[in-house]
């Protein structure tokens, strides 16, 4: 067994007092110096390091950077932070001051460098993380004072990372509603790259804090060197590369400070959200699979638990909640092994009804005209069906229509002699959670419902608007920059409240789709909800994208109607269905529309997704063949880490006569062990060639399985799409 040193300070005889701070994960290495009285240098990061190669990294040209750039001496340069003193001075000068480790509650190490500036009672702490499994490191830091006076932070970055000028890659993700996730590479440009979030409430729609850096050239999917970066926030945030004139382009992370100065006070402490780093040479495949692990083990609530099977009410019926109808949708899924279902919007309101998004946010008692037994009978009824029961809330919003807003208005955001900009609907507003009055009222929500209805299993928590003008009722004049970034701390301040006494609660991040998917709020939620848009076609492009960071035990994707009720697109349940099977398996549609075939096959595609659950939510991704690559099929594929069983998936794109597809070669098996190989969700009236065939993974890995382009069923059934679902036992 190898074994592997996770952290250690190796001191040179020096009189200086260096130290080399060697951060070390089971198959990379972080190296800084820490020398007394100077700024600490970043030495090197990528694959782990032997005791000879640590020992001559500076005679091999390492950088010698400073590892944390602040602003004011030598001012021309982008810096992580910056700050102006209670006397005005807008200059820092930090040196290092010592540096401790200390071994967490979770197992993990953090390893501290202490910075001080040299003539201000002004610190701040580097902070560097990692565990004995997985090969992430997190980095963020700690500002503080003792300075007479508040200190004016107006940068505040989580971490920095110079890389080796050269033919560098950035692969990111972008979009906007119902097309969140989109891929997009390029090479770096000389100046200043920025990928930015100001939506205030949601940081994932139009971007995301996540991003992939190939060293070597243009992206590739199992080789190359890999460097992929996460901030862990779920505000505004601001990514930078700066390409100068040096030999280094300049990485830096952390909260957005457009806007956003933070007033620190005397003995305050400013903590910045982690910056995850991951190395792999193994492209971004690698790279993604490091991600996954170690969100599914130390960041997701619940990572490694089984996620459910569920039915959600929202574009079978809209608005239009009834009991009858909730029971017969309940009926339903439970008659095809499904095993949670969830009412979504409609249910609540008695003074404003909610039968629409115009009004009734924050009046959150149930409309017993719609549900004369209330959610007791509706959990009762789950419960007699053998399911389990869910629900959606909206929390952090309100509308001027509703009871909230009008016995509190103090409670919105709002900019002083302003009046309040209102969003969806025309009447939605935004809660200010600064405000601890505010941040118990969102409590309160879940508390209430859970006390009065402990049945409840799942919470749909969405998020429907930005912040829409900048204003804090509750913050003071000279504090309104802290809006922010103390809506995130309050909402924070919220969900620790809620896991503390609801530890087993699920609870499903939504907002407005797919807005809410990073790693900053993961800890307190199962999953998130990748996209208004259940278009099976348009959903391979975005959850390739989204898989770049997160996995499938995270990704809701669910089947819903044809024709579509974004794209108008009409896609056949088989190939919705392998689509959906590729995260965690869910339903968007009123059952009661498809006929008793389609159920079958539902009930069938269901009962097979069971086969694969563990495999695809606890297995290693393997990307195969993208759909950003144009070639008419996209394929990826889960191997369960002892590589004793995978599942592989291929989507035909695009329909031509005549077409040529490629052949896709499998990543990821034992190359020595015999693979079984059954189809699942199946359609044809013949089974495959190769079904119940054995194969050795070699051969798979180098040849693959020849995927017919069109599926073998009668006539009047045929379509122009294709799609297959192997299971390799």
């Not at 340069?77 to 820092?92: R, S």
């Not at 107006?154 to 971490?159: D, K, L, P, Q, V």
């Not at 996620?307 to 008659?335: P, T």
Request: proline share 5%.
């Amino acid at each position: 067994m190898r074994k592997y040193i996770l952290l250690s300070l190796l001191l040179p005889a020096m009189a200086t007092q260096a130290e080399t701070v060697h951060i070390s994960t089971p198959s990379t290495s972080l190296v800084l110096e820490a020398t007394e009285g100077q700024a600490p240098k970043f030495i090197y990061y990528g694959n782990a390091l032997s005791g000879s190669d640590l020992a001559n990294l500076e005679a091999s040209g390492a950088p010698g950077l400073n590892a944390y750039p602040v602003y004011g001496l030598w001012p021309e340069k982008e810096a992580a932070f910056a700050a102006v003193h209670a006397d005005g001075n807008m200059t820092l000068d930090m040196a290092v001051s010592s540096v401790s480790t200390r071994t967490e509650a979770d197992g993990s190490t953090v390893t501290t460098i202490t910075l001080k500036d040299k003539e201000y009672p002004f610190t701040i702490d580097l902070n560097y993380r990692s565990w004995p499994d997985e090969d992430v490191i997190e980095t963020w830091t700690e500002a503080s004072h003792q300075e007479k006076g508040k200190v004016r932070l107006t940068r505040f970055m989580s971490g920095y990372l110079p890389l080796r000028y050269g033919p560098v890659h950035v692969s990111q993700l972008y979009g906007s509603w119902a097309n969140e996730g989109r891929v997009e590479e390029a090479p770096l440009p000389h100046g200043l790259k920025v990928i930015k979030n100001k939506d205030g409430v949601r940081n994932s729609h139009t971007a995301h804090s996540e991003v992939m850096i190939s060293l070597d050239g243009p992206a590739m999917e199992n080789s190359g060197r890999t460097i992929g970066a996460a901030l862990c926030y779920g505000g505004n945030y601001k990514l930078m590369f700066d390409t100068d004139d040096s030999n280094y382009h300049h990485f830096f992370a952390g909260i957005n400070e457009e806007n956003s100065a933070y007033n620190l006070a005397k003995g305050e402490k400013f903590v910045t959200p982690p910056l995850a780093l991951t190395y792999s040479g193994e492209g971004l495949g690698g790279a993604s699979r490091n991600f996954h692990r170690w969100g599914r083990n130390h960041r997701l609530a619940h990572g490694t638990d089984t996620r459910k099977i569920l039915l959600n009410s929202w574009e079978g019926v809209y608005f239009d909640i009834n009991e009858e109808g909730m029971q017969q949708m309940m009926s339903d899924i439970a008659s095809m092994g499904g095993e949670l279902f969830v009412m979504d919007d409609g249910w609540f309101g008695v003074k404003y009804p909610r039968n629409n998004d115009h009004s009734s946010l924050g009046d959150w008692d149930v409309d017993t005209r719609k549900l004369p037994h209330g959610i007791k009978g509706l959990c009762d009824a789950a419960g007699e069906r053998g399911i389990k029961f869910g629900i959606w809330i909206e929390p952090e919003m309100t509308n001027s229509v509703s009871e909230l807003y009008e016995k509190h208005p103090e409670y919105i955001i709002k900019a002083p002699r302003r009046k309040a900009i209102e969003g969806r609907g025309g009447t939605q507003l935004v809660l200010d959670l600064a405000n601890p009055k505010v941040q118990d009222i969102v409590f309160n929500i879940v508390d209430t419902l859970m006390t009065n209805y402990p049945e409840i299993d799942y919470i749909k928590w969405d998020a429907n608007a930005p912040i829409m003008n900048h204003g804090s009722q509750y913050q003071t004049a000279d504090n309104q920059s802290h809006l922010y970034i103390d809506y995130h701390r309050g909402l924070e301040a919220a969900l620790k409240r809620i896991r503390a006494k609801y530890p087993h609660l699920t609870i499903q991040a939504c907002a407005s789709g797919g807005g809410r998917a990073n790693w900053g709020v993961l800890p307190y939620f199962d999953e998130f909800w990748v996209s208004d848009n259940t278009d099976a076609l348009q959903r391979i492009y975005m959850q390739w994208g989204t898989s770049y960071f997160f996995p499938a035990v995270a990704m809701a994707s669910h089947i819903s109607n044809a024709p579509n009720h974004q794209t108008f697109r009409t896609v056949p349940l088989k190939f919705r269905t392998d689509v959906a099977m590729s995260g965690r398996l869910g339903m968007e549609i009123q059952p009661k529309i498809m006929s008793d075939p389609e159920k079958e096959q539902t009930r069938k595609a269901i009962a097979d997704y069971k086969r694969v659950r563990h495999t695809v939510q606890q297995g290693d991704l393997y990307r195969l063949l993208s759909p950003y690559d144009r070639k008419g099929a996209a394929s990826l594929m889960y191997v369960e880490p002892d590589k004793s069983k995978a599942v592989f998936y291929w989507w035909k794109t695009e329909t031509f006569v005549n077409q040529q597809l490629p052949r896709v070669t499998m990543a990821g098996l034992d190359p020595d062990r015999t693979y079984t190989v059954t189809e699942l969700n199946r359609i044809d009236n013949e089974p495959l060639p190769f079904e119940g065939k054995q194969f050795t993974g070699r051969y798979l890995m180098s040849n693959g399985l020849e995927m017919p382009l069109e599926h073998n069923v009668d006539y009047h059934k045929r379509n122009d799409y294709s799609s297959r679902v192997l299971l390799l036992e």
